[in-house]
């Protein structure tokens, strides 16, 4: 069993997770709603200056408080990825979503602990609306305390994802099909966003793929904070060697039923 003084966070790294949303907040409004250059990755994911300047001062301030520290983000290469102790920063989740105007993208930040998510930041910086997890803490939005929402069966469940065309392979298509098939209703849009509402208790599951260490890594304090869970599609703990599969749900009934249905072959 994992004791106390392991998974204790420092009030400083606390404070200064919440220094590095409040940077990114004050660039990433500069440019919200205001045209802007895209270009387009290898993959066709689209990525702005907002995007890239946003992660930079993330980066130039951990580099400057804690040089020791690792650093892996969605726009520039890792830094120092052998560390103990590596910050895990999205500086646009959503950036799709932020180019058309809508205000459900958000900035995620992680601090994990040999590839562990020790806390993790949703920001949504023009709803003013901020979701923290701490290990082994009551996770928060701007502060009070969150938690899911009961929810036995799949048939009474909210579902959502991002978009259905994040499931690439035929197989991952099937299985999300059988989970909006079964469920009460699904919706669509919000990347990070869904999550912080499933953990206020406004929606029961979220399926998604595609997914890289950033995208995820701090959901799962703010998630499992909130008395919900969130794994890989196996049922695994998410972490760095994670396929990109993720499944989280307010109840853990529903979570057991849809990696039944997640497994099941089409």
């Known amino acids: 069993m994992t004791g106390q003084a392991e998974i204790a966070v420092s009030p400083d790294y606390l404070a200064f997770a919440h220094e590095l949303a409040d940077r990114a907040g004050e660039v990433l409004r500069r440019y919200y709603r205001a045209p802007i250059a895209v270009d387009y990755k290898a993959d066709q994911s689209p990525v702005t200056i907002a995007d890239r300047e946003t992660e930079g001062v993330m980066r130039d301030l951990i580099r400057a408080r804690f040089p020791e520290h690792g650093i892996e983000g969605e726009e520039f290469a890792s830094e120092h990825g052998e560390a103990e102790l590596v910050w895990s920063l999205d500086p646009i989740d959503g950036t799709k979503a932020f180019l058309v105007g809508r205000p459900t993208f958000g900035t995620l930040i992680s601090l994990l602990r ?34 899911v929402r009961p929810c036995p069966d799949l048939g009474h469940a909210v579902l959502s994802t991002t978009t259905p065309q994040m499931f690439k392979a035929a197989t991952e298509q099937a299985a999300f099909a059988r989970i909006a098939s079964a469920v009460r209703f699904p919706v669509y849009g919000g990347d990070c966003y869904a999550y912080g509402l499933l953990a206020m208790g406004f929606a029961d599951l979220v399926v998604e793929a595609d997914l890289d260490l950033h995208d995820f890594a701090a959901l799962v304090p703010v998630i499992e904070g909130a008395g919900g869970v969130i794994t890989d599609w196996q049922g695994r703990a998410l972490g760095p060697g994670s396929d990109g599969r993720v499944v989280a749900a307010g109840d853990r009934r529903i979570h057991a039923q849809a990696l039944a249905l997640l497994a099941e072959r089409s």
């Open 114 to 147: 040999r590839g562990r998510p020790l806390l993790g930041i949703i920001d949504q910086c023009i709803s003013r609306e901020r979701w923290v997890g701490v290990l082994g803490e009551p996770s928060t939005c701007n502060g009070s305390a969150i938690r």
